[in-house]
């Protein structure tokens, strides 16, 4: 794990990729590794009520990567804070690599810091305060946001105000004009449909006024075709008696010559008796009574074929009134049959008028029907549209609340926030006091991790040349106060013991010559009330100190 980073570099790869197993001739590539850290928490020094920790991280060839923490999926993020305070964490240094400690003492104090701050616990409190200020700007700027939006939100309210009053009273004038057009439309449909009923009544009159016409037209017809026979009849008739005239005014004809010729009879019968005297009388006699009864025949024929003329002539009279009136009554029926079809020809157009005008007005009632249905349609969709207004008007009253609420809530929030970086700005003081404290600790520690052990080297190569050993390994101590003898001596106790000046002299110059670094040296043979506690002789690079 190393200090914590994920570099390929610390996995001795070029890239994160390098880590998933790419394949062999006789095996496919895998598309993903896996590694599972489990941790013995049994001293709860994880901040988690488990007493085994198990951290898996899975990494895909695509470069992605899933977290779990005893099985369950997490963040990074998660994994980073669960180890920060067991000082295992990202960029942290419990596990120090190869060439870290190179590194570190050569870096430069502004370098050490990160180090110097993860040592005294720090670092999770920077990181943490570092967050808290984002999250603190974060919530300024939201508050900033949320406050200019609550102000322009105030700025709107009343112009929205109005407008909501606005759309209330158009609604209201819109809902009345169109319940004023919808009654308009009822009373016009229905006008429409009283007038549409009387015009069917119409109709149905003239359908029977038709009927009747037609009825009566038939009688005429029938009477029509009466009359005509019966004038065909008196025709017949008239031509009969006409007939019998001819035949009656040629017997009248013949009477009369007969008449005449006895009439000339009789004349000569008085004129010439002589001439007669040679006739038979008794044949004058038949024949005179012959003549006489011829003659009374005659007219008794006369007298009948007379009686028979007046009849005729009656009756013909009788037949010429009957065919003149047959005549009247058949122009009649012919003028009555013109004006029915007349009438019926101007029924029929009336009927196809109304029927025309039914039509229209049914049309008409369509339309209406289709304007009542699309103005009860706008009726729905403006009441909605005024619904959603009051809708919105609400919700701007409920937003202007929960703006305030939400405002209140934040600058309470912000409150807490001030407290908390007032608190976070008096540990951050604790410390860095904390971390200045320590600096000069490292720094005494780089001073000594620099220098190199000239004690160590002066031991093995000049061992029995004046140089008896550390002094830790020549003090002998009671029990019970190696504490007390360590706290006297303090750095001493790393110190070479020597025989005299002389050796201590000999032992600075080979350390000198060899560069063998810095040694701590006590002269054995110092009067013991004048060696101060703590004296000590060092040499560094052949300098007395």
Request: hydrophobic letters at 45%; one cysteine or more; aromatic letters at 2%.
């Amino acid at each position: 794990m190393g200090d914590g980073g994920a570099g390929a570099k610390t996995l001795r790869g070029g890239k994160m990729e390098d880590v998933i197993f790419a394949g062999t001739s006789s095996r496919a590539p895998l598309g993903r590794a896996e590694v599972t850290v489990t941790i013995d928490n049994s001293d709860n020094a994880l901040p988690i009520e488990y007493t085994e920790v198990s951290i898996t991280r899975r990494m895909f060839r695509d470069g992605a990567s899933e977290y779990e923490i005893n099985g369950s999926s997490c963040r990074l993020m998660d994994v980073q804070e669960l180890l920060s305070d067991s000082g295992i964490g990202r960029e942290m240094h419990v596990i120090v690599g190869q060439g870290k400690l190179d590194e570190i003492l050569q870096s430069r104090p502004e370098e050490r810091r990160a180090f110097i701050e993860e040592a005294a616990g720090v670092l999770k409190h920077r990181k943490r305060k570092e967050k808290a200020l984002r999250k603190l700007d974060a919530m300024a700027a939201n508050l900033a946001r949320l406050t200019d939006l609550t102000t322009e939100l105030r700025r709107q309210l009343k112009p929205l105000g109005r407008q909501a009053e606005v759309a209330r009273r158009a609604a209201t004038i819109q809902a009345d004009l169109r319940d004023a057009r919808l009654r308009l439309a009822a009373d016009d449909l229905v006008g429409r449909r009283a007038e549409r009923a009387s015009i069917l009544d119409a109709e149905n009159a003239m359908r029977r006024e038709h009927d009747e016409a037609a009825a009566r037209l038939s009688v005429a017809a029938e009477e029509l075709a009466a009359h005509e026979a019966a004038l065909t009849e008196l025709s017949q008739r008239a031509e009969a008696v006409q007939h019998t005239w001819f035949g009656l005014s040629a017997l009248a004809e013949r009477v009369g010559a007969t008449v005449r010729i006895a009439s000339e009879r009789a004349q000569h019968l008085d004129v010439e008796p002589v001439a007669a005297s040679d006739t038979d009388p008794e044949a004058l006699e038949a024949e005179a009574e012959r003549v006489a009864a011829a003659e009374q025949q005659l007219l008794a024929e006369l007298a009948a074929a007379r009686t028979r003329l007046d009849a005729a002539r009656a009756e013909l009279s009788q037949r010429e009134r009957q065919a003149a009136e047959a005549d009247r009554a058949h122009l009649a029926a012919v003028r009555a049959e013109a004006d029915r079809r007349e009438g019926l020809a101007r029924l029929a157009g009336q009927v196809e008028t109304m029927r025309a005008r039914v039509e229209s007005i049914d049309d008409s009632v369509a339309r209406l029907s289709e304007r009542i249905d699309e103005a009860a349609a706008r009726a729905q969709q403006a009441r909605a549209e005024f619904e959603a207004v009051q809708g919105r008007v609400g919700e701007l009253d409920q937003g202007e609340v929960g703006l305030d609420e939400q405002h209140e809530r934040t600058v309470a929030a912000l409150r807490l926030a001030d407290q908390r970086v007032a608190e976070l700005q008096v540990a951050e003081r604790d410390a860095e006091r904390r971390v200045a404290s320590l600096r000069a600790r490292i720094d005494a520690l780089s001073v000594g991790l620099d220098r190199k052990d000239g004690a160590a080297w002066l031991a093995r190569n000049h061992g029995g040349a004046g140089v008896l050993g550390p002094i830790a390994q020549l003090v002998k101590v009671r029990p019970g106060y190696e504490a007390a003898l360590a706290a006297v001596l303090g750095a001493a106790a790393d110190a070479l013991a020597v025989d005299g000046p002389g050796a201590a002299r000999a032992a600075v110059s080979a350390l000198k010559e060899a560069d063998g670094g810095r040694a701590a040296l006590v002269l054995s043979d110092w009067p013991a009330r004048t060696i101060p506690p703590r004296s000590y002789l060092a040499a560094r690079g052949g300098h007395w100190i």
